[in-house]
């Protein structure tokens, strides 16, 4: 299962994804992993979390991310839930990306039973069906 949590910039996006994370930490039987962004989240994160810096692994593309996260899941099987906070800035302003992307995370959560969060900074009005049934 996916969540989409997409609003402008300052609409507290990052801060319903902190709460979810948190959430998850105190309930979860699995591992928790969190790809942001640059090291902005570093003391907001509990350290359960594993907390990957996207710009670390030189993450450009929504083709990357989904190498990336494939990676991951091989690696580790006991990966629950994954939390992407601001999707454009790792694979850049791409809506045909994005949407792509999501369709490939669902089925990808699906196959592996794991859930995914991620952030938007983009227009909710905006947004395609296709995304607007994880928001």
């Known amino acids: 299962m996916i969540h989409?949590?997409?609003?402008?910039?300052?609409?507290?996006?990052?801060?319903?994804?902190?709460g979810a994370i948190h959430d998850t930490v105190a309930a979860s039987q699995g591992d928790v992993v969190c790809i942001e962004y640059g090291k902005?989240?570093?003391y907001d994160v509990s350290y359960k979390v594993r907390l990957v810096d996207s710009q670390e692994y030189g993450i450009r593309s929504a083709e990357m991310l989904e190498g990336f996260l494939s990676g991951l899941h091989a690696g580790n099987f006991d990966i629950t839930h994954v939390?992407?906070?601001n999707l454009y800035k790792t694979i850049g302003n791409d809506r045909a990306a994005a949407e792509s992307f999501v369709a490939w995370?669902?089925?990808?959560?699906s196959d592996n039973n794991m859930e995914i969060t991620?952030?938007?900074?983009?227009?909710?009005?905006?947004a395609?069906?296709?995304?607007?049934?994880?928001m």
């Open 118 to 126: 991620m952030t938007v900074s983009d227009d909710p009005a905006q």
């Open 40 to 42: 902005k989240l570093t």
């Open 128 to 134: 395609p069906d296709s995304v607007k049934q994880y």
């Open 105 to 109: 995370c669902a089925k990808f959560a």
């Open 4 to 18: 989409v949590i997409m609003g402008l910039k300052g609409s507290g996006k990052t801060k319903k994804l902190l």
């Open 83 to 85: 939390f992407i906070d």
